[in-house]
Every structure is written in C-alpha cells, then in structure tokens.
C-alpha cells in the first residue's frame, strides 16, 4: 500500500489545456513537497508547501496544501509540451523521504 | 555549487555478480539517500546516511548496502545481482530546503 497516492497516474492532453493532478494520504504530513523528473535524469524540487491550506504559484503551477494537511494538489494552467514529465509527491514521514507513484505527464502541440 | 554527481551513468552486469555505484553529494549536505526506481513500483526508498550512519532504510534484503565516508560521499552496493535490480538508481542530497537528486545509474542486470 502507498503511503501517497498520485491520480491519474497517466494523463496525455493536448497544448493549451488545464489539468490538475491530486497527492492523497490517510497520514497528516508536517509538509509535501512535489518533484518533475524528465526521462534519464534525476527529479528536480518544484516547490515545498507547509501550512494547511496554503497556496503557492510557479509561473502557470498551482500547488496547495490541504487544509487537513493530508493531501495536495497540482493545477497547470495552459499546459505547454515542455510541461511533459513525471510528476511527483513526496513526504518524510519519521524523516524519510517517500514518493508517490507519479503522475505521467504528456502535452501534445 | 556543484550539483549531485553519481557515478557510473550506466552499468551492465550479470546475474550472481555484485555492483558498487557512487554518489558525491552537494558540498555541505551531510545527507545522502538512495532509490530505486522502476516502471512498475516507482521510487523506492532504500536509505539514508548522515554523518556516516544509516539513519533510515526501506524494505529491501540485506543484498542492499550502503555506506557513508566523512567527507559525505556515499556508496552503495547489491551483492549477488538479480534481473529484478535492473533499475534506475537515484541518490539524493538532502537539505531543510528539500532533496536535490543526481541523475542515476542505469543498472541492467542479463
């Protein structure tokens, strides 16, 4: 059983599309945070949330906390092919970093 | 800064045989953690090393070990090879701001 589950796990869209992408738990986390990996490289951090409810942008990524801090979600607004990738949530629970499964991002042009 | 540098990028190696993969993490990070990843199960966490002492480990048999030296280097190794280790292994330099990964071994067990 994951600790973190990523839907959808594959998701292909055309360019120009909104999508949103969702980190569940039954676990409180003290913070989540939510990685990019591009095929033959490592993930790359996109963003730390913290508080309960919090909201954060990057550029056109939305990234919030749940107020229960229990779950987080991604939103991409007009996604663009350099948007493609794995996309990825990750906690520490008792101080080790774990993934969820990863969300499979394709944005067609 | 430099970045997180792992070594080698890519591995062949057969079955019963066993492999060490190396991971320089950022200068300054004291923490290194190491995964697999397949397309299957995802990143799987192995362990974690802090100032030379497996802080953390995941759930894999004692084929898998690692260490740390005091300059913060990490190694890994997996003794008597299967075909299911063939996989992408990550290491990962840990700060308070977040982990930073280096871009793998491809290890391909035949």
């Given at each position: 059983?994951?600790l973190?589950?990523q839907?959808?796990?594959?998701?292909s869209?055309?360019e120009g599309?909104?999508?949103?992408v969702y980190?569940?738990?039954?676990?409180?986390?003290?913070?989540?945070?939510?990685?990019r990996?591009?095929?033959?490289?490592?993930p790359?951090l996109?963003v730390t949330?913290?508080t309960?409810?919090?909201?954060?942008?990057?550029k056109?990524?939305?990234f919030?906390?749940?107020d229960?801090r229990?779950?987080?979600?991604?939103h991409?607004?007009?996604a663009?092919?350099g948007?493609?990738?794995l996309?990825?949530?990750?906690?520490?629970?008792g101080?080790?970093l774990?993934?969820?499964?990863?969300?499979?991002?394709s944005?067609?042009? | 800064?430099a970045g997180v540098t792992?070594?080698?990028r890519?591995?062949i190696?057969?079955?019963?045989?066993q492999?060490?993969?190396?991971c320089?993490?950022?200068s300054?990070?004291?923490s290194?953690?190491?995964?697999?990843q397949?397309?299957?199960q995802g990143?799987?966490?192995?362990f974690?090393?802090?100032?030379?002492?497996?802080?953390?480990?995941?759930?894999?048999p004692?084929?898998?070990?690692?260490r740390?030296?005091?300059?913060?280097?990490?190694e890994?190794?997996?003794?008597t090879?299967?075909?299911?280790?063939?996989a992408l292994?990550?290491?990962a330099?840990r700060?308070?701001s977040?982990?930073?990964f280096?871009q793998?071994?491809?290890?391909?067990v035949?």
């Open positions: 059983t994951q973190l589950e839907s959808p796990q594959f998701l869209i055309q599309e909104n999508l949103t980190c569940n738990s039954s676990s409180v986390f003290s913070s989540l945070q939510w990685y990996q591009e095929p033959g490289e490592g790359v996109l949330v913290v309960g409810g919090e909201v954060k942008k990057l056109r990524l939305t919030q906390f749940g229960a229990k779950d987080s979600s991604l991409i607004t007009a663009q092919p948007d493609t990738g996309y990825l949530c990750a906690g520490a629970p101080g080790k774990i993934f969820g499964q990863g969300t499979e991002l944005v067609k042009p | 800064k792992q070594t080698p890519y591995l190696k057969t079955r019963g045989q492999v060490t993969l190396s320089s993490p950022i300054g990070h004291r290194v953690s190491w995964y697999q397949t397309p299957g990143l799987q966490f192995l974690e090393y802090f100032s030379e002492t497996q802080r953390n480990k995941g759930n894999f004692g084929r898998f070990s690692g740390q030296f005091s300059n913060s280097r990490s890994m190794n997996v003794s090879l299967e075909l299911g280790d063939s292994y990550l290491c330099s700060s308070d977040g982990a930073f280096g793998g071994t491809r290890l391909t035949v």
